[in-house]
Structure formats: structure tokens, C-alpha cells
């Protein structure tokens, strides 16, 4: 894997890429109002980093993080993700992305949501529990006592384990949580979003969670 793609290049996404150039990694990001307009970032980011459409990133990632609010999923585009590993960042925030009635009632995930979009990939929650200046700044070489933690929640196990090995060589340890149906435990107001946990308090914290129904 080389190049990471990014739909959305806001505080999650811009971070998210800063760390994966210092790991070798190609990125290429794309926004909603075109790439001419991530001219600054990508100068700020260096060699390594371009800017680019939705379509076009999509379709040079060998992994792709869509990294955009929730309420513009419907923008994602499909056919250049069919076949590949996805990593959703995604938080629902009612007053910023309206009520979505399958999450208030408890029937789906924000990681499901995209899952039925893209119905052809392989969608992995991740990165969306973490605050962004956290990203690169807090990651520690594996074994550091306290190494902070990421839940992982994917239906396949595979891609699960491509992104904990990605997780790892970022600098944080993973919680595999299992299947996305799952993933509802590090949504937003859970126990364990944006807390510093290591590895045994994030697995509590997991534990813990309760899926109540927003009305």
C-alpha cells in the first residue's frame, strides 16, 4: 500500500495525511469545492501530497479515508471504491448533519450508513474517536508503556487487520471491536470518545457503552 486517498481534507483528514506522509505514504486529497482550493495545505504538507476530485482520489487510493460530515455521505462517490478498503472517520453531529432517523432509532451506525452506500467495499471504522491534533502528536513507538489506543470495526476481518497494522506503524495500539454492527461503542457521547485510553481502558470503556435512542 502507497497511496492513502482522502475524501474530505478538514481537521481529521489534513492531520490524518500529515501522519501518513512522515510513514511514506503518498496522499491525495480532494474537498467539495475543488482541488484549486487545497493549494495552501498541500504546500504546507510537502513532496508526497497532491490535490485532486472526490473521483480522481478515490480512484488513486489503495486505501481511502472519507472524512467528511455525515450528512454529506450521498457525495461519496461509488464505482472508483468498488473492491476497496475504506476507512470511515465519520461522526454524527444532528445540528450540524439533521436528524437521520436509523441512527436516532438505533437501527444502523454511521459507519453502516456508509457500508450501504458502497455496498462493493470493504468499510472500516476508525480514526473517528481521536481528537485531530491528537493524531500527530500523541502516537508512540509500539511497546511505550500507555501507548494510546484506536478502536477498529470492520465485517472484514482482513481488512480489520490492514488497518491495525496501518493503526500501529502510526504509533497507537488497536482494539479489534469486530463487526461494524458493533461500531455503534465509539460514536459519539460513548465512554470512550476522544479519551486518552490505552489499550485496557479503551477495551472498558467498549465494555461500558450503552446504546440509548435519541429521540
Do not use: C
Amino acid at each position: 500500500m502507497s497511496t492513502i486517498g482522502f475524501i474530505g481534507a478538514g481537521h481529521i483528514g489534513s492531520h490524518l495525511a500529515e501522519l501518513a506522509l512522515r510513514h511514506g505514504y503518498r496522499v491525495v486529497l480532494s474537498n467539495s469545492r475543488g482541488p484549486e482550493t487545497l493549494s495552501d495545505l498541500i504546500e504546507r504538507l510537502g513532496d508526497g501530497a497532491s490535490a485532486a476530485t472526490a473521483e480522481e482520489a478515490a480512484t488513486a487510493g489503495d486505501v481511502v479515508v472519507v472524512t467528511i460530515p455525515l450528512k454529506n455521505i450521498d457525495q461519496v462517490p461509488v464505482a472508483p471504491l468498488e473492491g476497496k478498503l475504506v476507512i470511515d472517520t465519520n461522526n454524527y453531529y444532528p445540528q450540524r448533519d439533521g436528524r437521520i432517523a436509523s441512527l436516532d432509532a438505533a437501527e444502523s451506525t454511521t459507519a453502516g450508513l456508509l457500508q450501504d452506500r458502497l455496498p462493493g467495499s470493504k468499510v472500516v471504522k476508525a480514526f473517528n474517536h481521536i481528537l485531530f491534533s491528537d493524531l500527530t502528536t500523541v502516537g508512540a513507538p509500539a511497546g511505550t508503556p500507555g501507548r494510546r489506543a484506536l478502536a477498529v470495526y470492520g465485517d472484514d476481518a482482513d481488512a480489520r487487520a490492514t488497518v491495525e497494522a496501518m493503526i500501529d506503524e502510526f504509533g497507537f495500539d488497536t482494539v479489534d471491536g469486530g463487526p461494524l454492527s458493533e461500531s455503534w461503542r465509539i460514536e459519539r457521547d460513548q465512554p470512550g470518545y476522544v479519551q486518552p485510553d490505552d489499550q485496557a481502558g479503551l477495551t472498558e470503556h467498549l465494555t461500558k457503552a450503552k446504546r440509548d435512542i435519541n429521540g
